[in-house]
């Protein structure tokens, strides 16, 4: 008897997706210049964005986080006290972190003071760019400084291997950048102390 052929199943070929073209990524400003001997920077350490933030802005390990956690407790207290409701649950520290108010707490405490205005463009900062001389920034309940320090200015993010140097001119660009990411800004007035790397820029 003669076999029928059987025809082997034909082979389904999916047509492969067509890899999207990625975006450009802008990258960052970076300037390939050494940086200044003896530039503070801590690097990110559990939830502690806001104390490497000041210690990085102060350029030496000015706050702990104990001493943090006390601004906490006692700003906690202190709202609690006006609002007759008893001891609060630490609204001012939680595992995230710490808010604003503690930031403002500590530099308070050494003399300087935070302006609580969220900036909304580059103008606004550039205005008042020669009575600054630092600036604090959050994005996505991430706090980091940015610092001047001589002629130029240096993003002490905890999160980036090493600071980032900015030059005057790119500020603007800078800030756009920042603002544009939905970054809350705030304006930092007082003296703040020199670390090593602002005494090296003078001398």
Same mark, same amino acid.
């Given at each position: 008897?003669t076999?029928?052929?059987?025809?082997?199943?034909?082979?389904?070929?999916?047509e492969l997706p067509?890899?999207m $073209?990625?975006a $450009?990524?802008?990258?960052?400003?970076?300037?390939? +210049?050494? #940086?200044? +001997?003896?530039?503070?920077?801590?690097?990110?350490q559990?939830?502690l964005?806001?104390?490497h933030?000041?210690?990085?802005?102060?350029?030496g390990?000015v706050?702990s986080? =104990?001493q #943090?956690?006390e601004?906490?407790?006692?700003l906690?207290?202190e709202? !609690?006290?006006l609002s007759?409701?008893?001891m609060?649950?630490?609204?001012?520290?939680?595992d995230?972190g710490?808010?604003?108010?503690?930031?403002i !707490?500590a530099?308070?405490?050494?003399?300087?003071? %935070?302006?609580?205005q969220?900036?909304?463009h &580059?103008? +606004?900062v550039l205005?008042?760019?020669?009575?600054l001389?630092? #600036? %604090?920034?959050?994005?996505?309940k991430h =706090?980091f400084?940015? /610092?001047?320090i001589?002629?130029d =200015?240096?993003d #002490?993010n &905890?999160?980036l291997?090493?600071?980032? /140097?900015?030059?005057k001119?790119?500020?603007?660009?800078y800030?756009?950048?920042a603002?544009?990411g939905?970054q809350?800004?705030f304006?930092? /007035?007082?003296?703040?102390?020199?670390?090593?790397?602002?005494? !090296?820029v003078?001398?």
């Open positions: 008897m076999r029928t052929k059987v025809k082997p199943p034909t082979a389904i070929t999916e067509v890899p $073209k990625r $450009k990524v802008k990258p960052p400003i970076v300037i390939n +210049e050494e #940086l200044p +001997e003896g530039l503070y920077h801590e690097k990110q559990g939830s964005c806001a104390m933030c000041l210690n990085n802005l102060l350029q390990p706050f986080e =104990w #943090l956690r601004f906490a407790k006692c906690d207290f709202e !609690s006290r007759c409701s008893g609060g649950d630490d609204g001012n520290a939680s995230a710490f808010n604003v108010q503690v930031i !707490s530099l308070r405490s050494i003399g300087c003071a %935070i302006e609580l969220q900036v909304k &580059s103008r +606004e205005e008042q760019l020669e009575l001389q630092a #600036l %604090i920034c959050n994005q996505n =706090w400084a940015v /610092r001047q001589g002629d =200015w240096f #002490l &905890s999160v291997d090493s600071p980032i /140097r900015i030059k001119p790119e500020l603007t660009e800030l756009n950048d603002l544009a939905e809350s800004v304006l930092v /007035r007082g003296e703040l102390q020199d670390g090593d790397a602002a005494m !090296s003078r001398a």
